[in-house]
Nanobody, 116 residues
Framework: QVQLVESGGGLVQPGGSLRLSCAAS????????MAWYRQAPGKQRELVAT???????NYADSVWGRFTLSRDSGKNTVHLQMNSLKPEDTAVYYC??????????WGQGTQVTVSS
């Protein structure tokens, strides 16, 4: 089992920045990839950014150049630095961990609201 705890969401004005963190605990050695997803009201959950154990990182086109995913292996934590935030970035952001075998794990989600 893997437990994921997100933090860092909140309310920010357009153009502002937020940093999300996801702390993983439990069977960390089984994880081969970690990711951030988001879900806006009335929309499907979408992939924001993902990183594998080999440190390759992919971003959704909508956040490329504005968001940066980083991984602190020593602390089993992934961060999502979000800059130049737009109202359309408003969503609940979820941390995701993919194990070598079995279903992915999800955090409880953290709300990000971009509004003036």
């Amino acid at each position: 089992q893997v437990q994921l705890v997100e933090s860092g969401g909140g309310l920010v004005q357009p153009g502002g920045s937020l940093r999300l963190s996801c702390a993983a605990s439990g069977s960390i050695s089984s994880i081969i990839a970690m990711a951030w997803y988001r879900q806006a009201p009335g929309k499907q959950r979408e992939l924001v950014a993902t990183t594998t154990s080999g440190s390759h990182i992919n971003y959704a086109d909508s956040v490329w150049g504005r968001f940066t995913l980083s991984r602190d292996s020593g602390k089993n934590t992934v961060h999502l630095q979000m800059n130049s935030l737009k109202p359309e970035d408003t969503a609940v952001y979820y941390c995701n961990a993919l194990p070598f075998v079995g279903q992915a794990y999800w955090g409880q989600g953290t709300q990000v609201t971009v509004s003036s």
